[in-house]
T-cell receptor, first 111, second 115 residues
């Protein structure tokens, strides 16, 4: 199981682009990288998922280098409502029971 | 949209009481999960189920049991609640099909306080 390492917290201002990097040195061939967002008193919700290179959706972009040992979640032009905890998870998509959530990165967006 | 519904958002129970936390999903998912979340400890898996009447222990099953009599419903049971089980409990579900785009869907959480 590939454990992940991400910063405990980050600060940003409204309108800025935020990049949160996750390290996963032991990623396996079949593993995907998935990011979740969690607001206080709510369950985590899916943001984006990728295997390699770059993935973009209406919410975020995910950059994955060729060696796949790290990944970067990019949030364009954050707003106050993006203040949340962001989790990086690595694993194959058949065994969610083995996903390790850790403490995530607490993003604090200031006005 | 996938919906995972947890029956109670906030509960207060007394030490020694039997507690049931109910969860229902509407996407015909094979897998269902129960986590607890505590400050500084992230999400920890209590039990999961990959089919009706099937269950597997997660990382912290002690003091808990589960029941899955129907595919859409997964119950977490605290046989005799204790104060160290005060926590937020999260139910989740996923398909077993794997592949790109597969993910795990969470409910809103149930805040349990044991006094």
């Amino acid at each position: 199981l590939a454990k992940t390492t991400q910063p405990i917290s980050m600060d940003s201002y409204e309108g800025q682009e935020v990049n949160i990097t996750c390290s996963h040195n032991n990623i396996a061939t079949n593993d995907y990288i998935t990011w979740y967002q969690q607001f206080p008193s709510q369950g985590p919700r899916f943001i984006i998922q990728g295997y390699k290179t770059k993935v973009t959706n209406e919410v975020a972009s995910l950059f994955i280098p060729a060696d796949r040992k790290s990944s970067t979640l990019s949030l364009p032009r954050v707003s106050l409502s993006d203040t949340a905890v962001y989790y990086c998870l690595v694993g194959d998509l058949y065994n969610f029971n083995k996903f390790y959530f850790g403490s995530g990165t607490k993003l604090n967006v200031k006005p | 949209d996938v919906k995972v519904t947890q029956s109670s958002r906030y509960l207060v129970k007394r030490t020694g009481e039997k507690v049931f936390l109910e969860c229902v999903q509407d996407m015909d998912h094979e897998n269902m999960f129960w986590y607890r979340q505590d400050p500084g400890l992230g999400l920890r898996l209590i039990y999961f189920s990959y089919d009706v009447k099937m269950k597997e222990k997660g990382d912290i099953p002690e003091g808990y049991s589960v029941s899955r009599e129907k595919k859409e419903r997964f119950s977490l049971i605290l046989e005799s609640a204790s104060t160290n089980q005060t926590s937020m409990y999260l139910c989740a579900s996923s398909t077993r099909q794997g592949g790109n785009g597969n993910t795990i869907y969470f409910g809103e959480g149930s805040w349990l306080t044991v006094v």
